[in-house]
Each structure stands twice: as C-alpha cells, then as structure tokens.
C-alpha cells in the first residue's frame, strides 16, 4: 500500500480539522499535521508574520520524515498559492509517498455557521471573517462536506481510493 500526503484544503470552518482528525484515527501511525497549531506554538506567533514560515517550514520536515517512515501525513490547511502545492506535491514524491489534494467544499450557510462555532485562538479567527477558498486544480479531489460527518467522512475515503 502506497503511503500517502493527504492535504485536505479548503476555507476555514469547512471541516478540515475535524475529517483530518476522523481520516488519523483511522489509519495506523497517520500523522495529523495541523501547521495552523505548529504557528500557534510558536513564542509571539500572533504579532509575528515570521510566525507562518517557521512554522510551514516545520511543518514540511516533520511530514518528509514521516512520509520516509512509511506512514501517512494528513494536512488540513489551506493554501491557495499553487507553488506550496507543487512542494507539496515534490516532498512527497521524494519521501516515496503519494501526494493527493482534497477541496472540501460546504454550502456558504454551513461555512458560516461553523465560523462562527469556532473558539479560541486560530489564525483565521484573527481577521474576523472568513476568506475565500481555493479553485480547485485538475488533480484536485472535491468533496462536499455540507452533512454530517460519517457522510463527509465516507465521501473522502473514496476521494482517497480513486
């Protein structure tokens, strides 16, 4: 079985952290990578844009040594610049893992509710609003997570097995 980089994009408030962290259970040794919780362990983070390289840069060296491992790396995070998404790609090619993107996509409704749901510290509860998501690419796996859980979380194993 091919080890795997899942990188599960999307705005903030779709579900990302909460499929990652259901998609980890699941899979034996899986690393859940949250590099928004690797910046927030950083000294100063929120008042400290550095704060955000230090922490992708981080973020990537932990998921290569596990990719290496033999084991999955899931990524909830969004990113909308496509040259993260080729380094993405290549680190996992070079940890001999399959890099595979999944757009989690929601009603705008649902977006919201959740935003607003969300408590405590998180980066993108700093600006006050939710930002626009990413287009997705060619390779790019879509799943609407607009229902339940158990549903979004069915929907995303068979993104994974196509």
Request: glycine share 8%; no cysteine.
């Amino acid at each position: 079985m091919t080890t795997l980089l899942v990188h599960l994009n999307g705005a903030p408030a779709v579900g990302k952290s909460t499929l990652a962290r259901a998609l980890v259970e699941e899979r034996r040794m899986a690393l859940l990578l949250d590099i928004d919780v690797l910046r927030m362990s950083l000294g100063q983070w929120a008042t400290n844009d550095e704060s955000k390289g230090v922490a992708r840069r981080l973020g990537l060296e932990l998921a290569a040594a596990h990719l290496r491992g033999g084991h999955d790396v899931v990524l909830p995070q969004l990113v909308v610049e496509p040259t993260v998404v080729t380094q993405l790609d290549e680190l996992a090619t070079e940890a001999g893992a399959r890099y595979v993107e999944v757009l989690l996509v929601a009603d705008d409704a649902v977006i919201a509710q959740r935003f607003a749901q969300r408590t405590g510290p998180h980066p993108a509860a700093l600006t006050g609003r939710v930002p626009y998501a990413p287009a997705p690419r060619p390779t790019t796996a879509v799943v609407d997570v607009s229902g339940a859980l158990d549903e979004s979380l069915s929907a995303l194993r068979a993104a994974l097995d196509g």
